[in-house]
């Protein structure tokens, strides 16, 4: 009995060894289960309360960086819409050239929208191709090659009916080219994607005449015809 007693009144302090960096055990009698943090291996959210913490901007900043921040977006602003209003973009056409494109669409038998002439001016007289704007569109070739075959064979003769029907009796040119009288050379051929019409003279009136006739056409045309 004795040894029992003593053996329960022995109540020694007893410190279970925790890897180097953790806390401390120790048991006692009062305290079964104590927890002590060495202030060498104490955890980094011991270090300091979260209110020591210091804010990433004060007070006296935040207006400074909302200032800041307000110039770029308006810098950003200007940038992209001057860069709009730069970007190009497609004129309406005007109404003289709507009005032409109506009286073309009932004399030549290809579609505006998908195929341009071409009105280039030579020292002899100039060249005039009409071409389909997708070399594979076949239909719109086959239609621009029978018109300009017919045209070219009035043209010989001094017929300019159908270009007075799309752009006036008082297009610039028109009259000479009327009086020709054989004193022109038209050369008619296929192209891969349109045809081709050459006009030749050894007259500078009809050079001028055909110049001032090829000018009206891009400028009437708009967008369907270039030089």
């Keep these: ?40 291996n ?37 940038t992209l819409s001057s860069g709009c209003a730069d970007a190009p973009s497609t004129p309406a056409p005007s109404d003289r050239e709507a009005e032409v ?38 239909a719109q070739i086959t239609l621009i090659q029978q018109h300009l075959t017919a045209e070219v064979d009035r043209f010989r003769r001094g017929d300019f009916t159908d270009p007075a029907r799309i752009h006036g009796n008082e297009m610039p040119g028109l009259e000479t080219l009327r009086a020709h009288g054989g004193q022109i050379t038209i050369d008619y051929e296929n192209t891969r994607d349109g045809a081709r019409a050459t006009y030749i003279t050894t007259g500078t009136e009809l050079r001028n005449a055909l110049h001032a006739w090829f000018d009206a056409q891009v400028s009437d045309h708009g967008p369907h015809a270039t030089r």
């Excluded at 900043?61 to 200032?67: A, M, N």
């Design 1 to 40: 009995m004795a040894m029992a007693a003593a053996c329960c009144s022995y109540s020694p302090t007893r410190v279970l060894p925790l890897p180097l960096g953790r806390p401390t055990l120790a048991e006692t009698g009062s305290q079964p289960y104590s927890i002590a943090y060495p202030k060498s």
């Design 42 to 78: 104490a955890p980094p959210w011991c270090a300091r309360s979260r209110s020591s913490r210091r804010p990433l901007l004060n007070r006296r900043e935040r207006p400074q960086v909302r200032r800041a921040l307000l110039l770029v977006v308006a810098v950003a602003a200007v």
């Design 101 to 138: 494109a109506e009286r073309g669409a009932s004399v030549m038998p290809f579609d505006l929208e998908r195929t341009t002439h071409q009105f280039t001016k030579t020292d002899t007289g100039g060249v005039q191709t009409v071409i389909a704007d997708d070399p594979q569109d076949t």
